[in-house]
C-alpha cells in the first residue's frame, strides 16, 4: 500500500509562544512487515519565525503479527543535524504495540547515537507513547505523548526531565486497501514539568 502522510504537531510551554510543525511525504507498506516513509517539515513559532524542519526517513519493521499478546516492532529512522555545529544520529527503539477491541496501544524505548566530529555522548534515553481509538476510517481519535528521561546509563534529575502529553486525531482516506491518504493531527502537546522541552516528539511506529 503506497500512502501519503500529512501531520500537524503543535507545542507550548507556559507563558510561553506556541511552536508548530506541519509533515508531509510518501510512506510505502513494502512487504506487510517493513513501513517506510519519508517526511519534509517546517518549523514555525511567533519568537524565531519559520524554518526549515530536518528531513525524516523512517523505517518499521514488524517481526511478529499477532502470534503474541502483543506485537514487537523496530524503528530506525536517521536523525539529520540541524546545523553545521549539530551531529547526525541514528535512532533504535523497540516498539510494542497491542489492541483491545478496536484501542491501539503503543509504547517505545528509543535509543539516540550521534556519530561524527560533534558527536555527543552518552546515548539519550527517549520514549514515545501513543493510544489510539479506532471509530471509522477516516477518524481515530487518541492521545500521545513523549519525552527524555536523560543519558541511558544515568538518568537526569527528575526535575530535568521532559514529558510531553497531548490530544491526538488519525485518519485514513480512501478507507485501508487502497492507495490513498493518511493524515495525523496533534492539536495540543504540552510540557508537564517548567523546565519540559518543546521539541519535536519521535512518532510512535
Known sequence: MRSVDFRYGDARQPGEPATRWPEAGPGWNVDGRWYTEGLASCITSSEHGRGP?????QNDLLPTQGQCPFDLALHTPPV???????????EF???????????????????????GANATEPTPLKYPWQLRQRWRPWLHFGAQGCGELGPREHWSARDSQSHRPGTALFGTLPPDGQAGSRWVGKPRTASVRPMGSTAKCSRPA
Open 80 to 90: 539529520k543535524a540541524k546545523s553545521a555545529w549539530g551531529a547526525d544520529a541514528v
Open 93 to 115: 527503539a523497540a516498539v510494542f504495540q497491542t489492541e483491545i477491541d478496536r484501542t491501539q496501544r503503543n509504547a517505545n524505548l528509543i535509543f539516540e547515537r550521534s556519530f
Open 53 to 57: 524542519g530536518t528531513p525524516n526517513w
